[in-house]
């Protein structure tokens, strides 16, 4: 749960937001490896709400997280009519942001996810940009679900490394479901779902320029990046995320508890 010091919270539809920055989260995930205490991350965006707003299995899953960033402008403008002082923490870069203080500190930090190969190419990528990290190991997981003989073997292989951080990017809701299902069984004490950093960072997707970004104008980047594959995603729930959130700004729908607001 939520330690002392924690950021507070702000409700987004039917998900529950932590107020921070990057480096707010990034010491949130220090308090949790020196304590060696279990946790999860999830890094927030419209697409992670719309996905618990349709499924109350994958609601229970962010609910359970210890932590939930504002991954997502959006989000961030919502949080800042409470809290003006709020940041983005964008996946992407809560990952260098870590891999540095890893470097710094001694963490050991394994990366699981993305096409074959990935996760190894991302292992290099961030041991030359932060040098000293310490990579406890790195996988590629197939796309089909993996056999209990398999999911044992990766366990035993995370476990094995001695991993402080592991760093999930399996994509949305895949990801998030993994560590929730994964957290009890894995003794490295945070698990960060990150998605496509994993591929932003290896140079297999681009990343949208830093003043699209700020001006919530990053979709549209990487809908022209991979035009098939996210017009769903973009079109169908961005425009339904805008009615519900309307509805909730209009207090006439409930949204989620807002267990740490003033």
Request: charged share 20%; hydrophobic share 45%; with cysteine.
């Amino acid at each position: 749960m939520i330690p002392a010091g924690s950021p507070r919270r702000f409700p987004v539809l039917d998900v529950n937001v932590d107020a921070l920055d990057v480096a707010g989260a990034v010491a949130w995930c220090a308090h949790h490896i020196a304590q060696r205490e279990p946790t999860y991350v999830c890094v927030a965006n419209v697409h992670l709400v719309m996905e618990a707003h349709r499924n109350a299995v994958f609601r229970d899953v962010v609910a359970r997280a210890g932590l939930t960033t504002a991954d997502g402008m959006p989000l961030v403008w919502i949080g800042r009519r409470r809290y003006p002082g709020m940041t983005r923490v964008y996946g992407p870069d809560l990952t260098l942001a870590l891999c540095a203080e890893a470097a710094r500190v001694g963490w050991r930090v394994y990366f699981h996810g993305g096409a074959s190969g990935v996760a190894a190419a991302l292992a290099e990528e961030m041991r030359r940009r932060h040098p000293g990290l310490v990579v406890a190991g790195a996988d590629s997981p197939p796309f089909r679900p993996l056999t209990g003989e398999e999911d044992a073997a990766l366990v035993e292989a995370i476990n094995g490394s001695e991993a402080d951080l592991v760093f999930v990017g399996l994509g949305c809701p895949k990801q998030e479901t993994w560590m929730a299902d994964h957290r009890g069984r894995l003794a490295a004490p945070v698990l960060l779902g990150v998605g496509a950093a994993f591929d932003f960072h290896t140079g297999r997707v681009r990343q949208a320029p830093r003043w699209m970004m700020a001006a919530g104008l990053e979709w549209l980047f990487r809908w022209s990046q991979e035009p098939r594959r996210l017009a769903r995603r973009y079109l169908v729930y961005n425009s339904y995320f805008l009615v519900q959130l309307a509805l909730q700004l209009l207090h006439l729908r409930r949204s989620a508890p807002d267990a740490h607001a003033d």
